[in-house]
């Protein structure tokens, strides 16, 4: 009798101990997060998506101002809307873009930084070598302050309709209202196929 309560008191305090609970080693307690490296080609896509938001929003702009109000007014509204384009696209994708040259226009924002020349210049010599200048674009992941950037360039051809106020053969009144808007402007002499310059998107990464 005195063996058989022992053991229902045994197995009384087994069944209140409960279940064990599995210990969760150090190394999985510390373990970090995997961050995913940034998707190349996805970046690359939403660059292209931002260019032809902003390229197609201002040659839009610039086929209307000349039906209604001839060059001269078409280099008002370039002057005025590009940049607040640039603006707008910029902040609905969430990146900067802008256009750049080394004959630029406008020196306040049309100048290429270091990098930004260097791509300009690689643009110029491939096309010599044959490649079409649609075609021509740059991407790549950098460091810059500690931070991840995706660079992104586009090269941007000589139209027929951009020779009206870039080409050779400008209208004495044209180059009169282009020397007072933009008194150091080197965007002239341009001819159709030439390397105008090109659309830039930086986008900071986290």
């Not at 490296?37 to 292209?48: G, I, V």
């Not at 004959?103 to 210049?121: D, I, T």
């Amino acid at each position: 009798m005195q063996r058989l309560v022992i053991l229902g008191l045994a197995s009384l305090l087994v069944a209140c101990g409960g279940k064990e609970e599995p210990k969760v080693s150090a190394a999985n307690e510390l373990k970090p997060a995997v961050v995913a490296p940034p998707d190349k080609a996805a970046l690359a896509e939403e660059a292209k998506t931002a260019i032809k938001m902003y390229g197609g929003s201002l040659k839009t702009e610039l086929q209307t101002a000349m039906q209604t109000g001839g060059p001269l007014n078409a280099l008002a509204v370039c002057q005025t809307k590009a940049p607040e384009i640039a603006k707008t696209v910029s902040e609905s994708q969430q990146l900067q873009i802008s256009r750049v040259s080394l004959r630029n226009r406008n020196p306040v924002m049309g100048v290429p930084s270091e990098w930004q020349a260097q791509v300009l210049n690689d643009f110029e010599a491939r096309k010599v070598k044959g490649e079409a200048l649609e075609s021509l674009v740059y991407s790549e992941l950098v460091e810059n302050n500690g931070k991840q950037e995706f660079r992104f360039m586009k090269a941007i051809p000589t139209e027929a309709m951009c020779l009206t106020c870039h080409g050779s053969d400008i209208s004495p009144a044209i180059m009169t209202r282009l020397t007072e808007l933009y008194p150091q402007d080197k965007a002239i002499g341009f001819k159709e196929g030439d390397l105008r310059g090109a659309f830039v998107v930086v986008k900071n990464l986290p």
